[in-house]
Every structure is written in structure tokens, then in C-alpha cells.
């Protein structure tokens, strides 16, 4: 059974490009999560979907981040403009059911890099 | 709001030795769930156990288990007879009942040979 992807691995832009990264998550899972990881700090939660819904969006930055879930499937997290604070690494995770005995599975992250 | 704790940024234990990882974690909740995962060098993150707030037996998963101290807010990973692929960034995690994971800094370990 395939993991959670994510595409790219690796992106560098320049500060106010658009930048969208991809996240699939394991087939069946409803639960989809966005993450990240700025240099030398915690990995701090930025949104949930519950198949296309967002559950919960009280993790995003600011309005130059949009998540979209289209058709409960794959996940898009768009950056626009891109700002240098914005580098880091983005995690996605999926989880067959929501709630603690559900076990989230991650991706390996792209890592973002603003210049 | 919670916040998780890992004191130690970087740590090394020598294969074959036990080495324990420091975690301390701050709610006001009761229920929850904390967790350690694991990212090898280059590798997605998986999880390597999980502790029930509301049990007091000490969660373990073969070489990896746990001393979980609800009333210190302490939960700290010991791995056994440590292993080279033990080699990794090891982070603790909180969920309360918002069902979001709230992270540590993480840990490096190394395992030297």
C-alpha cells in the first residue's frame, strides 16, 4: 500500500513567486492534515480536512496561504506571494478516522525554501 | 494552549546501550493522547508509540517504552538495546481534544557504532 506523497521534495523560489505543493494521501483516508516545520522550531499544525471540508483552518499563517481539497482526494497548499518567513519544511499527513486512536500518517515533507 | 517540551536538542548513545529522550508537556485538559515519533534522515515520520492519558500502565513496543508521569506532565522514551537504524530525529507530540498534534523541537539521536 502506497504512503502519503508529496511533490516536490525540494523547492526554491524567489520571495513573491507562487509556489503550490501537493500532498496524496493514503487511498481512503478522509482526514488530511497540513504541517509545518520552520528552521530550529516545533512542527506547528496549519490545517484538517475532512474529505474536501477544511475542519479546521486555525493554523494558517495568513491569506497568502490556500489550502484546497478537491473531490476529497489529493490536497494543493498554494503560497501566494511567497514571503522569506514562509521557508520550511511542509508536512502532510493522512488518518483513516479523526480522534486520538487515529494514527496520523505523514509524508516526507517538501522543503521550502524563499530566497 | 498546549506546549510540548524536549530539553534535549542532540543526544548520542552508544548500539547495544539504552538511552532515554526527555519530554515535558503542559494542559490543562485531562484526556489526551501524547505520542513519540520518529524521522530517519531522509525519511517520513512514523510513529514509534502512543500513551493513553487516562492509563496509568506505561505504554511499550518492544525495544521502545515509556515512563509517563501525568501528575509531572513528564513523558519521557527510553530505547533498549539501541540499534544504528534507531539513528534518527525523535519528536514528542500532544492531542487533546481538538484532535491537533502539537509538537516538541525534536531530539537528535545518534547511534555511534
Known amino acids: 500500500e502506497a504512503g502519503v506523497t508529496q511533490f516536490p521534495s525540494h523547492s526554491v523560489i524567489e520571495k513573491g513567486q507562487t509556489v503550490t505543493l501537493r500532498c496524496d494521501p493514503i487511498?481512503?483516508?478522509?482526514?488530511l492534515y497540513w504541517y509545518r516545520r520552520v528552521m530550529g522550531k516545533e512542527i506547528k499544525f496549519l490545517l484538517h480536512f475532512v474529505k474536501e471540508s477544511k475542519q479546521d483552518e486555525s493554523g494558517m499563517p495568513n491569506n497568502r496561504f490556500l489550502a484546497e481539497r478537491t473531490g476529497g482526494t489529493y490536497s494543493t497548499l498554494k503560497v501566494q506571494p511567497a514571503e522569506l518567513e514562509d521557508s520550511g519544511v511542509y508536512f502532510c499527513a493522512s488518518s483513516q478516522v479523526r480522534g486520538y486512536v487515529a494514527e496520523q500518517f505523514f509524508g516526507p515533507g517538501t522543503r521550502l525554501t524563499v530566497l | 494552549a498546549q506546549t510540548v517540551t524536549q530539553s534535549q536538542p542532540e543526544m548520542s548513545v552508544q548500539e547495544a546501550e539504552t538511552v532515554t529522550l526527555s519530554c515535558t508537556y503542559d494542559t490543562s485538559e485531562n484526556n489526551y493522547y501524547l505520542f513519540w515519533y520518529k524521522q530517519p534522515p531522509s525519511r517520513q515520520m512514523i510513529l514509534v508509540i502512543r500513551?493513553?492519558?487516562?492509563?496509568?500502565q506505561n505504554a511499550t513496543e518492544n525495544r521502545f517504552s515509556v515512563n509517563f508521569q501525568k501528575a509531572a506532565k513528564s513523558f519521557s522514551l527510553k530505547i533498549s538495546d539501541s540499534q544504528l537504524g534507531d539513528t534518527a530525529m525523535y519528536f514528542c507530540a500532544f492531542m487533546g481534544s481538538n484532535y491537533k498534534l502539537t509538537f516538541g523541537k525534536g531530539t537528535l539521536l545518534t547511534v555511534n557504532p
Open positions: 487511498s481512503g483516508h478522509d482526514n
Open positions: 500513551q493513553e492519558a487516562y492509563k496509568q
